[in-house]
């Protein structure tokens, strides 16, 4: 049985914002509590705005949430100032700093999309080239829906990152890069172990525990700027030479895969460095 430990949470209220580190966090059938609960929609298209395409989205990871001393939430500006996220003004300056008419919502939908640039033509072309890209119906292995891309809560091991930190000679390849829920620092894990882990279960702590059902495709959104970390083309690149495997349930072909897709089983409260184990195969 592998065993380590919880390295870090992360939450991230609105998505394809940056997210924000907790210490603890409730894990429902709906994720990590508030994580993914907001999205920002494109009032032209009505799809989800989203950094996967970055030629028009890329400047939502430079805005960041927030939160504040009553449990509420906001947008950091990077020009300063916080806005709450009930703010009637919102909607106006997330359009005046993305430059497309916006509204946010917490109204999530069977039908909510978005466009998925193809990673590959993204490094070809650059990030604010307009690629081919494909439609991506939210939540579908989310049994409560929401505005997760697929399952509601995304591990990845320190082992896998670190690996991938490596082979580059970079130190900012993060989790935060790849906007995992939950990291785990599993000592006696290979690098890529996540694409084994389906079907197996994951306990954190005394009441939590998840179902892996599946390793995660990765987009272009980790080669992009986040905040202050800087563009890495490396982030993508260097997992399209180390681990491409194939995932029947995205269709055909060969995927750069980073973490797992779960689900939960058993809901409680998850704290970092709270136990971890996973079961055997």
Known sequence: MLAGQVSALWRYPVKSLLGISVAEAPLTAAGL?????????????????????????????????????????????????????????????????????????????????????????????????????????LAQASPEGGFFDYAPFHVVTRASLDAVSRALGDDTILAQRYRANIVLDMPGAEPFAENGWIGRELRIGPDVTLTIIGATPRCAVPMLAHGDLPRAPGALTKLVEMNRIELPEFGPGLYPCLGAFATLTSAGVAAVNDAVELSDA
């Open 33 to 137: 509590l508030n994580d993914r609960a907001y999205a920002v929609i494109d009032v032209e298209t009505g799809k989800i705005a989203s950094a996967k395409r970055p030629q028009l989205w890329r400047k939502m990871l430079e805005l960041s949430a927030a939160a504040d001393a009553d449990g509420g939430y906001g947008v950091r500006f990077p020009e300063g100032g916080v806005v709450a996220l009930d703010d009637p003004a919102l909607d106006a300056r997330l359009s005046a700093f993305l430059g497309r008419e916006v509204r946010l919502t917490a109204q999530a939908a069977a039908t909510d999309a978005l466009d998925r640039a193809v990673p590959e033509e993204v490094l070809d072309a650059g990030e604010g080239a307009e690629v081919q890209s494909t439609h991506l119906v």
